[in-house]
């Protein structure tokens, strides 16, 4: 691990990178902090950017890019069809992961719909690690359903388990022989699992998972978005693959699938996304669809410009002194906050540091969504935005009825390269002063509650005049100008 030790003995994370250009940030007051949340309906998506000073919302799309990418997007070749910017593309594939058919999709949830028409039909059923919001809207939206099976360490919440995104292969087993192989087109394998805390799966969980696939005759389908992480949690967790290098374990990761697909605004930290196999019957299935929804197949709905940077985006993938600045600067930050009292998911894994807002605020009752009141805090109290990842990122069923989310977490993202030391320390600092207030803020109700996807644009009110409250006690602790 890349470190620095102060005198003090305090291990900090080390950037692996100088700062060339910069972005301008602003630190609105908290009187237009309470403003500025009221009007977006407590759900920090509505924000407008010029009301935020750090947005740890997600890193999909805001992660820096290389000075070999920006370089790499002005030879782009614009070519309708047949570009050159593609055949370096598709090598680049085939070379790192070994497979020789390659879709372009404009990002990772237009794999997901094409994936989703192809194999999903009424009545079956997609076992997998954990599902992600927009995976499982696909799925059901097919007449398809989803089960869940990570291990049982995956909800325990505070644990020293290295792998807690595993699969479980018992229950696996199981599920398939009660509804039979023909009904399972397949099993997806999440590479980071999003919802519970970025955590990874071991490569020797997918080696067991291979093997119950293949007894059954199923496919493996690995949503590779988070695959950086996932990649530096084997090297740095799992004893065997110690000595492997991140170009071999993302080769075998590789044959052990038969689809991978990923968002490209995650992995490769550019824009667009893309979907490869080295089956050729599912490809020219797939393939079908691109020109319908996406574009032609040499571009998929992706600039070309986005796809040379991708291009160098994934080979920068294979150097562990990039990939790991995501997992050690989320490490540190967790731990900060842990010296604080805070609740965190542990061990951290990737993407984000997680709190636990259940615990943190565990007088506001599950079905007043305390992340999203917890992440409508933190932004009202430090200029922070955070993602709620709870009850509200779920949807109701059939009949109305709200399903609580195994998890109430907000996720605050780190986006690679981006933030520095001073500024992660920042919000550390104010989560902490909101953890020793946190009697104040309490729960949230929905004015608005669009049928699916909910959480990117619904709208709730507070439960009780809680946030002014809160901003008085910040006013006479911190005085106005903050």
């Known amino acids: 691990m890349s470190t620095i030790k102060f005198y003090f003995g305090e291990h900090i994370p080390l950037e692996m990178h100088k700062v060339r250009i910069v972005q301008k940030l602003d630190l609105v007051p908290i009187g237009r902090r309470l403003e500025a949340i009221t009007e977006a309906g407590n759900n920090t998506f509505l924000l407008k950017n010029r009301d935020i000073f750090m947005d740890m919302l997600t890193d999909s799309g805001v992660n820096a890019m290389s000075d070999r990418q920006l370089a790499a997007m002005m030879i782009a070749d614009d070519s309708y069809a047949g570009s050159e910017t593609f055949t370096r593309l598709t090598d680049k594939i085939e070379e790192i992961f070994g497979k020789k058919f390659f879709l372009p999709t404009h990002q990772g949830r237009a794999c997901e719909n094409i994936i989703s028409q192809v194999f999903v039909k009424p009545g079956t059923l997609v076992p997998m690690n954990y599902h992600f919001t927009t995976t ?3 799925i059901v939206l097919n007449g398809g359903a989803i089960e869940e099976i990570p291990i049982t ?34 099993v997806r394998l999440e590479a980071g699992t999003n919802l519970i805390g ?18 059954f005759g199923i496919m493996i389908v690995l949503d590779a978005s988070l695959l950086a992480d996932n990649l530096y949690f084997i090297k740095e967790r799992e004893d065997n693959c110690k000595l492997m290098t991140i170009r071999e374990i993302t080769r075998e990761i590789s044959d052990l699938s038969d689809i991978i697909y990923f968002s490209a605004r995650k992995l490769g930290c550019a824009r667009g996304g893309g979907l490869c196999t080295n089956n050729e019957s599912a490809y020219k299935k797939m393939r079908e669809l691109i020109p319908l929804y996406e574009g032609f197949l040499t571009y998929g709905g992706m600039s070309v410009r986005e796809m040379e940077a991708i291009a160098v985006g994934l080979e920068e993938t294979m150097d562990e002194n990039m990939i790991n600045q995501g997992p050690q600067f989320i490490a540190f930050m967790t731990e900060e906050l842990q010296k604080k009292g805070v609740p965190v998911v542990t061990p951290p894994g ?13 007088h506001v009752p599950q079905s007043q969504y305390p992340a ?8 009202l109290i430090s200029g922070v935005r955070g993602m ?9 069923d059939e009949n109305g009825n709200e399903p609580m989310a195994n998890m109430e977490l907000v996720r605050l993202a780190l986006p690679r390269r981006v933030f520095t030391l001073s500024q992660i320390k920042y919000a550390v600092d104010r989560i902490g002063w909101l953890f020793e207030n946190r009697n104040l803020v309490k729960g949230l109700t929905f004015v608005e509650e669009p049928k699916i996807l909910r959480f990117f644009f619904g709208k709730l009110a507070t439960v009780s005049d809680w946030q002014p409250e809160l901003v008085a006690k910040f006013r006479k602790d911190f005085g106005d100008s903050l």
């Open 153 to 186: 360490e995956a909800f325990n919440i505070s644990s020293t388990h290295p792998f807690k995104g595993n699969l479980d292969t018992t229950q696996l087993k199981e599920i398939i022989q009660k509804h039979g192989a023909d009904k399972i087109p397949f």
């Open 388 to 396: 709620e990842r709870g009850t509200i990122s779920e949807q109701r």
């Open 350 to 362: 990737g993407l984000g540091c997680h709190i636990n807002a259940m615990e943190f605020l565990e």
């Open 372 to 379: 999203g009141a917890l992440a409508a805090a933190i932004y």
């Open 198 to 215: 970025g955590q990874p799966f071991s490569l020797e969980n997918m080696r067991q998972v291979r093997k119950v696939c293949d007894d």
């Open 136 to 138: 499982k809207s696909h």
